[in-house]
T-cell receptor, first 114, second 115 residues
Framework: GNSVTQMEGPVTLSEEAFLTINCTYT??????LFWYVQYPGEGLQLLLK?????DKGSNKGFEATYRKETTSFHLEKGSVQVSDSAVYFC?????????????FGKGTKLSVIP | DAGITQSPRHKVTETGTPVTLRCHQT?????MYWYRQDPGHGLRLIHY???????DKGEVSDGYSVSRSKTEDFLLTLESATSSQTSVYFC??????????????FGPGTRLTVL
């Protein structure tokens, strides 16, 4: 079956630090990969996505590259802000396996301190 | 923002009582989903729907049932609530494109406490 593994948190960084949140996956078909973000007290919002190998998704200064050879989709940002404090979820859908269900990682909580 | 609302937003109930949560969308999307979010587990799929009256089970469907009589509404029912069903419940919608890429958009969530 499909699964997503992301680094355990919480992660605490100082403002302007570099961020990496690791995400690896297993899938039986041809997954599309996503990062969602959840701010305190809110639902999940799509942050970025990539639909095929070597695609790079980007949004709000965040980037992630779909690496098929390493089955990874690590999230990066060059300079984090306090407003980036949230929980980040890596996820995949495996439509090539006939399913549109999202499989999520467990989430990584990021706290950015001034 | 996608037009998704959930009701109620907060509910406290007692063990053994029935509970129904409602998800309403204004986007006319075909697919609707119910997830639960628990610490240490991320989000887990309970049930989903791929059309009116077409539903299927997800990863953690035991103790839950769903119904979809209209495109815009997807109901989640706990027939007899248990304390293990205390959680935050999220509804999501999507419209799979030709490439099958399925971006899901989430509602604001319902916090359910079963005493």
């Amino acid at each position: 079956g499909n699964s997503v593994t992301q680094m355990e948190g919480p992660v605490t960084l100082s403002e302007e630090a570099f961020l990496t949140i690791n995400c690896t996956y297993t899938a039986t078909g041809y997954p599309s990969l996503f990062w969602y973000v959840q701010y305190p007290g809110e639902g999940l919002q799509l942050l970025l996505k990539a639909t095929k190998a070597d695609d790079k998704g980007s949004n709000k200064g965040f980037e992630a590259t779909y690496r098929k050879e390493t089955t990874s989709f690590h999230l990066e940002k060059g300079s984090v802000q306090v407003s980036d404090s949230a929980v980040y979820f890596c996820a995949l859908t495996d439509s090539g396996a006939g399913s549109y269900q999202l499989t999520f990682g467990k989430g990584t909580k990021l706290s950015v301190i001034p | 923002d996608a037009g998704i609302t959930q009701s109620p937003r907060h509910k406290v109930t007692e063990t053994g009582t029935p509970v129904t949560l409602r998800c309403h969308q204004t986007e006319n999307h075909r697919y609707m989903y119910w997830y639960r979010q628990d610490p240490g587990h991320g989000l887990r799929l309970i049930h989903y729907s791929y059309g009116v009256k077409d539903t299927d089970k997800g990863e953690v469907s035991d103790g839950y049932s769903v119904s979809r009589s209209k495109t815009e509404d997807f109901l989640l029912t706990l027939e007899s609530a248990t304390s293990s069903q205390t959680s935050v419940y999220f509804c999501a919608i999507s419209s799979a494109g030709l490439a099958g890429v399925d971006t899901q958009y989430f509602g604001p969530g319902t916090r359910l406490t079963v005493l």
